[in-house]
């Protein structure tokens, strides 16, 4: 077989999944319980082909121990497929608006018309190969196990050809080269989530979780559609990537390499602000921060592995991608960066309280996804090279042991008989060994315990929100790149930018959030955070497998180990989970590999890149945040019986504010549904009395005419022969009226 | 025709044509007053033919009065279709009757709307006409082949 190009490779890796879900729709009667075959075969060929597609982007990097002197060279490949839309003069502006625009320095030409042009395009970078090689890895995963999971499930087709829906979309949304084209992927995603939330829609409670995840979801799309109209409208394309244009010249695309080398190419000021702020809005539906995460939590009613490949690994990180992808765009606006750590930072906390009282095992898992999602936010605010970097990597650390720790919770849910409250539960060590196992390998990852994954990047994290917070202490890391000369350079350079205040003119709102006392507050919050993870993770362990072994009644005969093809999977993800953090950290593989994503080669950017170092200090704080966690864990839970009051007890009022999720749910009720459902009430009786009666009152004009004229209709023969003489009179006096003179 | 006797012949048409027409108009008023007084359904059905010879006479008078055989035709037309028109309307007649067992054409007042009250005049003993077996033709012709399945009359016409 001749060697296949990355072109082919970078279209494959959606294909196939896609591939393997309409053959399981096709085929899913005939194939029965072999149903998960094509979905299986297509996720898997999609790994092959982004784990080569990994590679041969590495290759093209080049090694992380090279010279540190030159700078990274962007890696960026575009493989256009067809022109999707094409609206030839979309934009024309008026002819009397050839003069500058007020209070900027840019005019509008008359030669900024252009044509609105919409290019299914693939690209791939390092940024986008990382996120296909963890989706589609995670996902043939999560597809193995639920061979093992959704065995002799009425639905079984179905969930695989969702899970294969899913793993196209997904694949297509951090392949897209065009922000219509991420927006569509956005749409399925959500679509493929809100299917498999409500995977058993006869359950009421998973109808319901399904609606409310699509309809806080909307809230966000509607941000992204909103930042797409002003991006189209600034910078007149929506591209990612430079395109030729038949003449030869250069259309740059908005996160292009030719416009990330102009200072000026980017906008900032009060456009940038909002494009920003609306992206954050929809990285805030999607990844489910405040104030939109109420759904995630309730997306639990799921199936578990659809929680562990959709609500923790992938579709949640999804707004992590798209900050990170459109990072240029938010460093130029400092304000709404400010915005990002501090919604991430609020989230982090707040989640992780809410986590500590929960006693249901998956939802413990979800506000802890909720929380981690926090830090990536936190992380991604802070603007900075490693800010961006750490949060990548604790995207991936997250997928391997979030996935890991989710399947284990199934793998618990499978052998309890689907009961999921801890309370019920207890000492299933010695039930489930290697769930138990694997479980305590992703909790330490998750607690941020050292040499486990999420130590490592839990430690960036901390490491960039520190470095924030005291600038002065991480001064001499930063290096030349930022020096006045060098920013009048590359200002001189100029990318049309159609609408728009001047970047460097215009005043930065919210920029008044960007100081370091928010980042030190951020850390602290942070450090918090941490040691809260570490002991609801390990509240959750002890409540679950330590302690008198105790099974609920629903589990019968299967109170067991789960099959291999459910352990399987968890075995290899207790691997990742173990080690990743500790390669990747040490051997800085994957920074060095992100900071060639073309959006973190921009100046503004790559400008903050830190020498790769190991803050001991940070280390030991983090550390310790998690030893105080575990240990107060260990005090309240280890060794008890799992449904003893402890915490109850330990937070007094508190504990009824953390169990009811901060009242996030009642506000909504009150300021959003309450009103919309007495509004629908309204339009209801609207429609019953003001439009159906319009209806049935045009309907009672026969009646009353018909009930007029029915009179006539004796049954005597005789009237009616009267009744036609009289006619024929009528009709010969008038004649005789007529003929009279 | 002579030419000579053409004023005589005239006034002769003229009287011919108002006899006529007189005798018309007092049969087709006849016919008039019967249908509209008369509730025997055969009554009713004689009173209608009447009204159409009366109208019949007036049109031969016309035809002769005009010497245009048109109006001679269209009587033969009427003829006819009297004729049709009367096997069909007893058919009619004996099935109402076969229902009912009366000739009363009131007995069918049960086809007015449910709203309107029975209109009584006079109430008529009640009629036996479900229990009575009237009499039916007897078959003409050869009698058919038949097996035991194919009945040798219809239930129903």
Known sequence: MPPLSPATLLVLVPLLPLVGAILTILLG?????????????????????????????????????????????????????????TVDEAYTPAADSAAAIPGTAVSRQPSDARSFSIPVALRLDPLTATMLTIITCVGLLVAIYSVGYMHDDPGYPRFFALVSMFVFSMAMLVAASNFLIVYVFWEAVGACSYLLIGFWFRKPEAARAAKKAFLVNRVGDFGLAIATFLLWMTYGTLDFHDTLSPDGTILPGILGQTRLADAAGIVGGVVGTAICLLLLLAACGKSAQLPLHVWLPDAMEGPTPASALIHAATMVTAGIYLITRCAPLFVACPGALSAVSIVGGTTALVAALIATVQNDLKRVLAYSTISQLGYMFASLGTGTMLGFTAAIFHLVTHAFFKALLFMGAGSVMHAMGGVIDMRRFGGLRRVMPITAATFLIGSLALA???????????????????????PDAH????????SPAVAAAVRQASVPVLFAAHSQTASQPLSTLDTPATFRTLFWMALVTAGLTAFYTFRAVFMTFTGPTRVPEEAGHHAHESPPVMTLPLVILAVPSALAGWWLFSTNWLAH??????????????????????????????????????????????????????MERFLGPLQTVFANKFYFDQLYSA????????????????????????????????????????RLQSGLVQRYALAGVMGVLMIVLALAWQLRG | MMPLAAPLLAATSMALLQNALIVGAILFALGLVGILTRRNLIVMFLSAELMLQGISVSLVAWSRHHGDWG??????????????????????????FARTGRLDAAAWQALREAILVRSVDRELPPSDAAAASWPRLTPAGVLPE????TPLEREHV
């Open chain 1, 475 to 482: 001064s001499e890391h930063h290096d030349a790149a930022a």
């Open chain 2, 146 to 149: 038949r097996t035991a399945d």
């Open chain 1, 29 to 85: 009667r005939v194939l029965g319980s072999r149903a998960h075959l094509p979905a299986i075969a297509g996720i898997a060929a999609a790994a092959g082909a982004a784990v080569m597609l990994l590679l041969a982007t590495a290759n093209q990097v080049g090694s992380p121990h090279g010279s540190h002197q030159e700078p990274i060279r962007p890696v960026e490949m575009i493989s256009t497929l067809w022109q999707w839309a």
């Open chain 1, 448 to 470: 941020g315990v050292a040499p486990f994954a999420g130590f490592f990047s839990k430690d960036e994290i901390l490491a960039t929100l520190h470095s924030r917070g005291w």
């Open chain 1, 671 to 710: 300021l959003v549904v309450r009103p919309l459902e007495a509004l629908a009430m309204v339009a209801a009786l609207i429609d019953r009395y003001v439009i159906d009666g319009l209806v049935n009152g045009v309907a009672t004009i026969p009646v009353v005419l018909g009930g007029i004229v029915r």
């Open chain 1, 593 to 646: 590999f992100l900071s060639a994503t073309p959006s973190l080669t921009a100046p503004s950017v790559a400008k903050t890149a830190a020498p790769h170092v190991f803050h001991m200090d940070l280390a030991i704080q983090g550390s310790l945040a998690a030893a105080i966690g575990i240990v107060i864990a260990a005090i309240g839970h280890l060794g008890r019986r799992s449904d003893a009051p402890q």
């Open chain 2, 71 to 96: 109006g001679q035709v269209l009587v033969i037309f009427v003829l006819t279709v009297a004729a049709c028109e009367a096997a069909v309307a007893l058919v009619f007649v004996l099935q109402a």
